[in-house]
Nanobody, 125 residues
Framework: QVQLVESGGGLVQAGGSQRLSCAASGRTFSMYAMGWFRQVPGKEREFVAG????????YYADSVKDRFTIPRDNAKNTVYLQMNSLKPEDTAVYYC??????????????????WGKGTLVTVSS
């Protein structure tokens, strides 16, 4: 199985930046499509960002487009979520996700193969 461990969550002021990291186990990390989801209490886990297996393409939810980026470093088996211009509505538990079956990261909860345990990001006004 693939294990994903997130880090980098914490408290940040609105307008600030935060970088999340997700370290993945496995010898075939470069073959995984990777992504990030987020969830707040009472709401469904929602797609935030994805990066293809080949890292040729990245894609984002409309709510974070032009503010977040999702680089990956295959040599370190790590994917990041760089969050800029943070807003209070970005407050959520952020989950790293991996897909091993396809080229792209699924945009739905049911389509994800592996999940991290999450890291909390709190954006204060």
């Amino acid at each position: 199985q693939v294990q994903l461990v997130e880090s980098g969550g914490g408290l940040v002021q609105a307008g600030g930046s935060q970088r999340l990291s997700c370290a993945a186990s496995g010898r075939t990390f470069s073959m995984y499509a990777m992504g990030w989801f987020r969830q707040v209490p009472g709401k469904e886990r929602e797609f935030v960002a994805g990066i293809t297996r080949s890292a040729v393409s990245t894609y984002y939810a409309d709510s974070v487009k032009d503010r977040f980026t999702i680089p990956r470093d295959n040599a370190k088996n790590t994917v990041y979520l760089q969050m800029n211009s943070l807003k209070p509505e970005d407050t959520a538990v952020y989950y790293c996700a991996a897909s091993i079956l396809g080229t792209t990261m699924p945009r739905t909860y049911a389509g994800v193969d592996y999940w991290g345990k999450g890291t909390l990001v709190t954006v204060s006004s």
